[in-house]
């Protein structure tokens, strides 16, 4: 324990050896947005940041199907829907798309899956599958 606390030290202060930063750049869509096409489709866009996916509630009748689009507004994230077999990579600059069919009531947790720093473990958000009247 001592050895590694030892070249711990020496890396940080002797060598000089930081932290990287995450600089961002430019992504394709900048703005989160829940658009419905109509009775039962809905355009999604997700814009994923450090610690957080933007938007983090998304409500949507049950029998919805859902177009999302993903991005990243830092670094590299993954988007898993739970129940729903839903696996992508947000990666800055780029957009990634699934399309996702809500059959059941429920709440669907959203989670990162891919270590994007500290606040990692929090990063969810949720689509909340509710009955809606005609």
Known sequence: MAVFFFALLYNVFARKID?????????SFQQ????????????????????????????????????????????VHGFNIERKGVNLMAVPGAVNKVTVKFTDYGT????????????????????LVTYLKR
Not at 19 to 27: D, F, H, K, M, S
Not at 108 to 127: F, K, L, P
């Open 19 to 27: 932290v990287p930063t995450c600089i961002p750049y430019q992504a």
């Open 32 to 75: 989160s947005l829940v658009k419905q096409v109509d009775n039962t489709h809905y355009e999604v866009y997700v814009i994923a940041k450090m610690w957080a996916f933007d938007p983090a509630e998304i409500t949507i009748p049950v029998g919805s199907t859902v177009d999302f689009y993903l991005s990243s507004a830092d670094v």
């Open 108 to 127: 669907y947790r959203i989670v990162c899956h891919e270590y994007c720093g500290a606040g990692h473990h929090n990063m969810m958000a949720q689509v």
